[in-house]
């Protein structure tokens, strides 16, 4: 008897017990898959490779490119290491082209534009110049009777910069004619940029230069002619300029302290001459001008690299403008005067 019930209580704990495991069986199974789900959603997935994000670009999928070349240019430390921040930079100009945002792209390839890398400098320069000749994101060619194109789109941008250059050439080579015969620097400096800047857009349009390399060629040989003496005579006046700046004279009065000047000490009752105001203003546009000079240097310099021309010459010529440009500085900063953020 007592056989026959325990057997009956364990029947029964054993049909509850398979009662309950159908119960919390769909239970337990959810957890599995939202713990599984969790674990998905949460794990970490690897930031696109260069070639995959130029691969976003040219599908025309660039909401996703400019948010994934925003995800890459926040990586630090080893993360970034695979990138190179100034073609990603490039390519974000490019992608907010493509997004009708021609202010903000821009702002960005005007930074690009400083990249030590010609490819990546050249080509920045030209969509600068092309964004420049824009409104909005529209070109409109003043030759050949041409439609406004909206450059937002790659394929209208190539024929804007094919319109541009034959919109910019013929005003371009009038210009520079005056400064190929000139005897200073000032003409060349002040045609330079428009020959760079359409260097760099006939070189997207055609991939060469042929247009716009013989005016820069005649600028730079002129140029360098000129460059070598007149930045001698520059450094020769700012010579002359701080001689007088270190003269000192008798105060007639006594002082128990000593202080220091730039070429060493000026004893009690003896004042350093220093600058005076036309002194100080022929200093500060030297600066300005040799930081020309030495900005002309290194876009010729550019434009010999791409062509296999002189380099080395218009290194040596960049080097040595920065040179006196940095003594004038030396001058000025002896006396409290600072040119930087001017």
Same mark, same amino acid.
């Given at each position: 008897?007592?056989?026959?019930?325990?057997?009956?209580?364990?029947?029964?704990?054993?049909?509850?017990?398979?009662?309950?495991?159908?119960?919390?069986?769909?239970?337990?199974?959810?957890?599995?898959?939202?713990?599984?789900?969790?674990?998905?959603?949460?794990?970490?997935?690897?930031?696109?490779?260069?070639?995959?994000?130029?691969?976003?670009?040219?599908?025309?999928?660039?909401?996703?490119?400019?948010?994934?070349?925003?995800?890459?240019?926040?990586?630090?430390?080893?993360?970034?290491?695979?990138?190179?921040?100034?073609?990603?930079?490039?390519?974000?100009?490019?992608?907010?082209?493509?997004?009708?945002?021609?202010?903000?792209?821009?702002?960005?390839?005007?930074?690009?534009?400083?990249?030590?890398?010609?490819?990546?400098?050249?080509?920045?320069?030209?969509?600068?110049?092309?964004?420049?000749?824009?409104?909005?994101?529209?070109?409109?060619?003043?030759?050949?009777?041409?439609?406004?194109?909206?450059?937002?789109?790659?394929?209208?941008?190539?024929?804007?910069?094919?319109?541009?250059?034959?919109?910019?050439?013929?005003?371009?080579?009038?210009?520079?004619?005056?400064?190929?015969?000139?005897?200073?620097?000032?003409?060349?400096?002040?045609?330079?940029?428009?020959?760079?800047?359409?260097?760099?857009?006939?070189?997207?349009?055609?991939?060469?230069?042929?247009?716009?390399?013989?005016?820069?060629?005649?600028?730079?040989?002129?140029?360098?002619?000129?460059?070598? +003496?007149?930045? @001698?005579?520059?450094?020769?006046?700012?010579?002359?300029?701080?001689?007088? #700046?270190? !003269? *000192?004279?008798? &105060? %007639?009065?006594?002082?128990?302290?000593?202080?220091?000047?730039?070429?060493?000490?000026?004893?009690?009752?003896?004042?350093?001459?220093?600058?005076?105001?036309?002194?100080?203003?022929?200093?500060?546009?030297?600066?300005?001008?040799?930081?020309?000079?030495?900005?002309?240097?290194?876009?010729?310099?550019?434009?010999?690299?791409?062509?296999?021309?002189?380099?080395?010459?218009?290194?040596?010529? +960049?080097?040595? @403008?920065?040179?006196?440009?940095?003594?004038?500085?030396?001058?000025?900063? #002896?006396? !409290? *005067?600072?040119? &930087? %953020?001017?």
């Amino acid at each position: 008897m007592k056989m026959r019930a325990q057997k009956g209580q364990n029947t029964e704990a054993a049909i509850l017990a398979h009662r309950i495991s159908w119960i919390f069986a769909p239970i337990a199974i959810l957890l599995i898959v939202r713990s599984s789900n969790a674990q998905t959603a949460t794990a970490p997935t690897s930031p696109p490779t260069m070639e995959q994000l130029r691969e976003l670009y040219d599908s025309g999928d660039y909401r996703t490119c400019i948010q994934q070349v925003a995800g890459v240019m926040r990586l630090t430390g080893a993360a970034a290491k695979p990138y190179d921040r100034e073609q990603l930079q490039l390519l974000r100009g490019e992608t907010l082209i493509a997004l009708n945002d021609p202010a903000t792209a821009k702002r960005v390839l005007q930074e690009a534009s400083k990249s030590s890398q010609p490819d990546v400098a050249i080509r920045a320069r030209g969509l600068v110049a092309l964004l420049s000749k824009s409104r909005g994101s529209i070109y409109t060619p003043r030759s050949g009777g041409g439609k406004p194109l909206d450059i937002s789109d790659p394929e209208n941008r190539k024929r804007a910069l094919e319109a541009m250059v034959t919109d910019e050439i013929g005003g371009l080579e009038a210009a520079a004619k005056p400064a190929q015969s000139a005897d200073n620097l000032k003409p060349i400096i002040q045609i330079m940029p428009r020959v760079l800047d359409l260097n760099a857009v006939e070189r997207l349009a055609t991939g060469e230069d042929v247009r716009t390399r013989p005016i820069g060629a005649a600028l730079g040989e002129r140029a360098r002619k000129l460059i070598g +003496s007149e930045l @001698a005579a520059q450094a020769q006046r700012i010579q002359g300029i701080e001689q007088l #700046a270190n !003269g *000192v004279y008798d &105060t %007639g009065r006594t002082a128990s302290s000593e202080r220091q000047s730039r070429r060493g000490t000026v004893g009690a009752g003896v004042t350093r001459r220093g600058l005076n105001s036309d002194e100080r203003e022929e200093l500060y546009n030297l600066v300005e001008y040799l930081r020309q000079v030495e900005d002309t240097a290194k876009g010729a310099e550019r434009m010999a690299r791409m062509a296999q021309g002189d380099v080395a010459a218009w290194e040596e010529i +960049s080097a040595q @403008a920065s040179r006196v440009a940095e003594n004038a500085q030396a001058v000025l900063d #002896a006396e !409290g *005067v600072s040119t &930087t %953020g001017n």
